[in-house]
């Protein structure tokens, strides 16, 4: 399976297991993480869901630019899109405290991933970057969107734009990222969050709901959802395709 899910202490960790593929992204880790964000809604025992990826390479590559190659079309990559971009909404919403464990690369969706996290944990020396730009399309799961919601709107704008690679430190600079550990799984650092842990359930869900209420009165979904359609649209145009098919056969 493409994917694990486990419970430790009040955290449910999803873990995704591709590493032979960077833990890139297919339709299999996007049901498997679906299923991940349900269990932990419906868990009055999970405080945390904890996002991270299998090895010492990569968080998450993004989506999966093999399968998802065979999307040609606009409406054939909305439907990719729009399914991820819903859970990620699901994440970036959900009444628990999420956190991305950032256990190595982060590309393009992965970055998404994390950014729709409340709080994103590196392991030290881990590079991260919202590489779309350079494949001719946006961020299509939501996750520019977010990152305007976590960011200094500057900030944000210049991470999206110059789609580069950057190091942990320079991001913990940005404020994106939290911290920084020598943790080589989500298990060795959900001591991180001791503190948090001390909290009842029930004052964690208040002050998501807190957050969630500011992100309702902003349309942030329906802001999601034009940037998801807007990447669509992009998807279709040979450029996308052409850098996609340079990867491929590098
Ligand atoms: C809306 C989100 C959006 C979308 O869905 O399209 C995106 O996420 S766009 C961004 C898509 N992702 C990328 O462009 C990243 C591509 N991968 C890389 O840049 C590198 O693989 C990197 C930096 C993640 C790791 O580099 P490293 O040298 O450590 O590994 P290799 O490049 O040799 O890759 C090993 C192995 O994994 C396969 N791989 C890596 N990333 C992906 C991916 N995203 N999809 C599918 N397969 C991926 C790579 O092809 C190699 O496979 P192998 O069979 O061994 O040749």
Redo the contacts with the bound molecule.
Sequence with gaps: MGYTIRKKNHALIFTIARP???????NEVMDGLEKAVTEAEQNDAVKALIITGEGG??F?????????HQLKTQKE?YE??SK??GILYRVATLNKVTVAFING?A??????IATACDYRIARKGV?M?F??G??A?????G?GTLLYERLPLNQAFRLLTEAK?HSEETLKELGFIDQTVNALSAEDMIDLFEDVFKKTGPVLSAYKKMLNRKWASGDLRDRMESEIHE?SVL?EKDEHHEA?EK??N?
Excluded at 107 to 112: F, S, Y
Excluded at 137 to 141: F, Q, V
């Design positions: 032979d593929k960077r833990n890139a992204v297919n390479e990569a998450c590559s993004g989506g999966d630019l093999q399968e998802f990559s990719m899109l991820m971009g690369t590309i393009g969706g992965g970055c998404e590079k970057g590489v779309q350079n494949l399309i946006t961020t299509g799961w996750g690679i990447c998807w996609v990867f491929l590098k």
